[in-house]
Every structure is written in structure tokens, then in C-alpha cells.
């Protein structure tokens, strides 16, 4: 659970029952309290672009989602469902480092009801086809549930929607609150994982692969689709070692759990190496921009990606054993 040492509160927020609430029960909870009359966010502390970044981590920020257009989420969804933005974990290759500028702070929104609403819209317009939302693509909506209760009403309410589906993704394991809610089947729980060695060295702040298995275990035994992201995959003396034990781990503990895996091998961008360098200066990610591979985005930026051979055997190294161990059926992509 994410414990704040600071919430601003929009001022718009407190005219909703959630914002009322929370501001009730930060008081209580001698937690700083600051608030934003505009929607500028301001007074969070900082020397350097290192210390705005770690206080914006350790800010949490009550406000209202004013505009309702869903943002494009392809491929994997329809539409993004913009319920929190930004994640109080510190993982050093993560692109929230460049998404979100210089204070990355976490922001719930107490109007909750309004954005499920407009995602109704979105369903009904699409009719009879499916469509698919993804709640987590600029955030890990779990450490704030206990907060935002997001989580809790856009599973039950897609659950009783038979023309959408709902999916997010989470390295979190506080997922208790989650396990008796009427999901109906209609919700993707997906846990990003990666071995130990990474974990250690790159995911600060964030639980373990044991403690994020148990928490995925919880979750398929409670009925939902369960899927795991390994990413992003990076190539070291004993990466394959080390990822086929990852693999093997699952296999031994969720026999009878459908699965479906993604693998996204590591890339950065030019402007997100300049970002992270600010940040952590001492990193040890690997982002010698002349062992890569240069490629141009969907987006229209470039990134540095893996060579061809050195991706092509990763590829091949993922299909071959998660084929072996799981099924080809259980393959989303591997890129």
C-alpha cells in the first residue's frame, strides 16, 4: 500500500463523496495536506531534478478527471481507462521516467463514476463488437486502491457488461480486496515480473517474484484471467538461466491455471537514457546506444532496441520454452 507523505487536493475533488472522504481521513492520519485552487500542481519539495523526482514518488495527488476522451491503446486494448496516472515504484528503465516529468506524483480521480460512464458510451458505440479497456497503461492502479477503490468499481462494472472487457497490469500484491468481486470472467489480472537479478537491481520499491507470484496465485484461483508481462527482458551472462527459472517457477505453481504470457525485450529512447541518467546516475542498465539496433517507433520516435540476432535468439529462447512448458495457446506476443 502506498502511504503518502503528502496529498494535494484539487479543489474541484472535494465536491465528490470520494474527495470528501479521503480528506477526512488524511487529517485523521496526520498525513500533509496541500491544495491546487487551478489545477497547477505545486509544493512538492526538491533541490535538484533527483530529489522532485523521489518527493513527486511520495506524492499523491486527489483530483478530477476533466477531460473524458479515452486516449487510443493499441494493440492491446481499445482504450485506455484513465483511472489513477503514475506509480510510487522506482524502477530505473521505466518510460513513466519520461512520461511524467520532473515530479512524477500519483493522481486518483474522485470522479470516478463520470469516467465509467463515458467508457459506456465508448461500449455502446461499438456495438455488438467488444470493447476492451486497459486501466493501467500509465500507472499501477494497486498500491492506491485502498484510496481510489478504482479497481473494485471498474471490475464489477465491466463485469456486468457483456459487450466490454477489462485488463491492467500490476508488480503489486496487495490484491485481497480484489479476490470476492463480481468479476464475471470479464477481467484480466496481468503481473510483470522479471528474475530475481533485475528485480534487485533495477526495481526499487517494488515487492518480490515471490511475493508477486503468491498475489497472481490468489488471483487465478480466484476466477480471474490471469497473464503474466516478462518485461523487460535484458541480455546478460546468465539471462537464460536465470529467465527459464522464472518460467519453471510459474510452471510448478499454477498447474491448472490458464496463462497467457507478453515479453517485451528491453528498449530505450534517447530522451529517456538523458532522463534516467539525471535520476540514477550510477545505473547499471545497459544503454550503450552503439550496441543497439536504431529503430523508429509507431509513435514517431526513435528507440534503441536489441540487434537482430541478439533478438531473434530471445525470441526463439521465449517461444520454444514457454511452448514446452505452457502451450502454444498461452502466447500473446513476444517482441
Known amino acids: 500500500m502506498f502511504i503518502p507523505k503528502r496529498v494535494i487536493f484539487e479543489e474541484n475533488a472535494l465536491n465528490y463523496e470520494l474527495g470528501k472522504n479521503l480528506l477526512k481521513r488524511f487529517k485523521n492520519e496526520n498525513i500533509d495536506i496541500l491544495y491546487s485552487k487551478n489545477g497547477r500542481i505545486t509544493g512538492i519539495p526538491g533541490k535538484d531534478n533527483r ?4 518527493e513527486g514518488k511520495n506524492t499523491l495527488v486527489v483530483g478530477v478527471r476533466k477531460t473524458l476522451n479515452f486516449e487510443s491503446c493499441k494493440p492491446s486494448a481499445h482504450y485506455q481507462l484513465p483511472i489513477v496516472s503514475g506509480c510510487m515504484g522506482m524502477c530505473e528503465y521505466c518510460y513513466l521516467n519520461t512520461q511524467m ?18 467508457a459506456g458510451e465508448y461500449i455502446e458505440s461499438r456495438k455488438p463488437e467488444i470493447t476492451i479497456f486497459e486501466g493501467a497503461a500509465t500507472s499501477d492502479p494497486i498500491p492506491v486502491e485502498t484510496y481510489s477503490e478504482a479497481l473494485k468499481k471498474s471490475i464489477e462494472y465491466f463485469g456486468e457488461n ?6 491492467f497490469v500490476t508488480k503489486y500484491t496487495d490484491v485481497d480486496d480484489l479476490l470476492n468481486l463480481k468479476h464475471n470472467g470479464r477481467t484480466t489480472i496481468r503481473f510483470s515480473i522479471n528474475t530475481k537479478d533485475v528485480i534487485t537491481r ?6 518480490s517474484l515471490e511475493e508477486r507470484l503468491k498475489a497472481a496465485k490468489k488471483i487465478g484461483e480466484s476466477g480471474y484471467n490471469l497473464g503474466f508481462i516478462i518485461a523487460p527482458v535484458f541480455i546478460y551472462p546468465s539471462w537464460e538461466k536465470d529467465y527459464y527459472d522464472v518460467l519453471e ?5 499454477f498447474k491448472g491455471i490458464n496463462l497467457k504470457f507478453e ?7 534517447k530522451r529517456a537514457k538523458e532522463n534516467i541518467l539525471t535520476i540514477y546516475s550510477n545505473t547499471l542498465l545497459p544503454m550503450e546506444e552503439e550496441l543497439r539496433k536504431f529503430k523508429f517507433g509507431q509513435f514517431g520516435y526513435g528507440k534503441y532496441i536489441y540487434k537482430d540476432e ?10 520454444k520454452n514457454i511452448i514446452k512448458l505452457f502451450g502454444e495457446e498461452s502466447i500473446n506476443y513476444i517482441i
Open 263 to 269: 515479453v517485451i525485450s528491453h528498449r530505450f529512447t
Open 310 to 319: 541478439e533478438l531473434n535468439y530471445m525470441k526463439d529462447f521465449f517461444k
Open 101 to 118: 516529468g520532473k515530479k512524477p506524483y500519483i493522481k486518483i480521480h474522485a470522479n470516478i463514476e463520470e469516467i465509467l460512464d463515458k
Open 162 to 167: 457483456q459487450n466490454s472487457l477489462f485488463r
Open 51 to 54: 530529489q522532485m523526482y523521489i
Open 249 to 253: 517457477n510459474i510452471y510448478d505453481n
Open 202 to 207: 533495477f526495481e526499487h520499491r517494488t515487492p
